[in-house]
């Protein structure tokens, strides 16, 4: 479970926006009676205790993030929307499911703006060397550059 401010997903995130911030959705739906109940009994969402927040599931509909650690990443993802900083060891793989998961949940620039201003971002030399382990480090290095739009490093990386 991850409690998070609304506010800031809904402005980070046109996805958030749309399942949270209207009534169009069922979890928008919710998440008003909810705040609307604290509301009433004059509890502000960020002082309430846990079980009286609303809680909304997310279930994984791409293949490309069902692997082993994609909690972790999510939760840097959240980290980045509310403007804090990365926890997880920074790879090309925690990079390629980090830039799906931004592309999904529409909030790939904010996730660019966050890496383009970290100094801890690897990018290894993939030219030259084809071995398979390479080849897949290079198609995540494109996948990531295409995703962020990246364009200088998706050059780059389609060059070699």
Known sequence: LYR???ETLRKTSKYFELL???DRFSEGKGIAAIFASLRIREILPSEAEPEELPRISI???DETTRVAGRESVFTDLLRVLHGGEIVMRITIPYLAILSVMADRFDCASTVARYLKGTKKLPWPQTFGNMSAVTEELLRQ???I????DDQAKLLSATKS
Not at 145 to 148: D, E, H, K, M, V
């Open 59 to 61: 279930t994984d509909d």
């Open 141 to 143: 290095k494109i996948l």
């Open 145 to 148: 550059s295409w995703l962020l």
């Open 4 to 6: 998070v401010r609304l």
């Open 20 to 22: 949270l911030g209207s």
